[in-house]
């Protein structure tokens, strides 16, 4: 069965940072993964797919990073911003298009 | 412009009672899916259809029951609630196996 975990659980920073986040799953046979944000009583946000055959994806300040034989992803943001702050969500695709959630990093960027 | 949307927003019921939640999305997607997030803000896959047909259907109890109309269009009916039933519950699209887009959230309180 499929489990993702990510850390931080919670991360704080000062605006202007650059941070990485983590996302470790336990099974390679995937066939993509994604990255998402979610504002508090909002829904989700994609904001990057990395296919299986691919290393990595960016989308502006964001940088996405996969190493499926190992089982990690990283999303990198660069130079944050308060606007960043959110909860960020990493998950899995094993087939049958059925996502599996890590339970989410809460950033938080501050002025 | 509403890419997926949900409706309603807010569903506040007593035990017992038997509720609907519509979902219609515009963007043309084969694939629909239903998710729901706990309490602790954890997301979990409860069903997906593609072209109508329903393709995946995680350990949900049988009294919820998804239904889709056509292709733009996914309900959920949930019969006889349940106080463990209270969670947002959330519409996707997307193409199959690729980048998912989501609706807004329904959150339902079973009082």
């Known amino acids: 069965k499929q489990e993702v975990t990510q850390i931080p659980a919670a991360l704080s920073v000062p605006e202007g940072e650059n941070l990485v986040l983590n996302c470790s799953f336990t099974?390679?046979?995937?066939?993509?993964l994604q990255w998402f944000r979610q504002d508090p009583g909002k829904g989700l946000t994609s904001l990057l797919l990395?296919?299986?055959?691919?290393r990595e994806q960016t989308s502006g300040r964001l940088n996405a990073s996969l190493d499926k034989s190992s089982g990690r992803s990283t999303l990198y943001i660069a130079a944050s911003q308060p606007g960043d702050s959110a909860t960020y969500l990493c998950?899995?695709?094993?087939?049958?298009?059925?996502?599996?959630f890590g339970k989410g990093t809460m950033l938080l960027v501050s002025p | 412009d509403t890419a997926v949307s949900q409706t309603p927003k807010y569903l506040v019921t007593q035990m017992g009672n038997d509720k609907s939640i519509k979902c219609e999305q515009n963007?043309?997607?084969?694939?629909m899916y239903w998710y729901k997030q706990d309490s602790k803000k954890f997301l979990k896959i409860m069903f997906s259809?593609?072209?109508?047909?329903?393709?995946i259907n995680e350990t949900v109890p049988n009294r919820f029951s998804p239904k889709s109309p056509d292709k733009a269009h996914l309900n959920l009916h949930i019969n006889s609630l349940e106080l463990g039933d209270s969670a947002v519950y959330f519409c996707?699209?997307?193409?199959?196996?690729?980048?998912?887009?989501f609706g807004p959230g329904t959150r339902l309180t079973v009082l």
């Open positions: 996707a699209s997307g193409p199959f196996e690729g980048r998912q887009f």
């Open positions: 099974d390679s046979a995937i066939y993509n």
């Open positions: 990395i296919q299986s055959s691919q």
């Open positions: 998950a899995v695709e094993a087939g049958y298009s059925t996502l599996t």
């Open positions: 963007l043309g997607h084969d694939t």
């Open positions: 259809y593609n072209n109508k047909e329903l393709i």
